[in-house]
């Protein structure tokens, strides 16, 4: 029996998604398999975290890329406590890839970084310019 938990994301852009991974510390490899406590999962994306953890990104019909990991029967984890590990890291890899996302596309159309300031609330201000 799997107890692979899943967890969907707005991850469209694979370079983009495994960049961010890398800046945020993770160790990727590609097209291969991770393994969890009930076996392997086959999948896109393989990050470790630097508790050791690993966590996959599979390819859904949508396009997008599933976040999946199996850390069932590591001390002290739950279904409800690993499905809340993986959101929290689903949302720092969602505020760097929304980043990366934002900075090329603005590059692509001839804006300039101007400043980049982490907000108190978490957010992050970007202000960008082009001159025409």
Known sequence: MSHYSRVKTA????????????????????DTVIKGHHGEHTVDIAAK??????IGFVKG??????????????SGTDEQKILQDLSRQAESIQ???????????????????????NEEDGSVRIVVRRWE
Do not use: P
């Open 61 to 74: 019909q949508d396009g997008s890329y599933d976040m999946v990991a199996d850390w069932w029967g590591v």
């Open 95 to 117: 505020k760097e890839y929304a980043r990366k996302m934002i900075l090329e596309q603005t590059a692509r159309e001839g804006y300039e970084l101007v400043s980049e300031t």
């Open 49 to 54: 975290n630097r508790q050791g953890y690993g």
């Open 11 to 30: 991850f469209h852009n694979r370079k983009a998604l495994v960049a961010c991974l890398i800046k945020l510390g993770y160790q990727v490899e590609t």
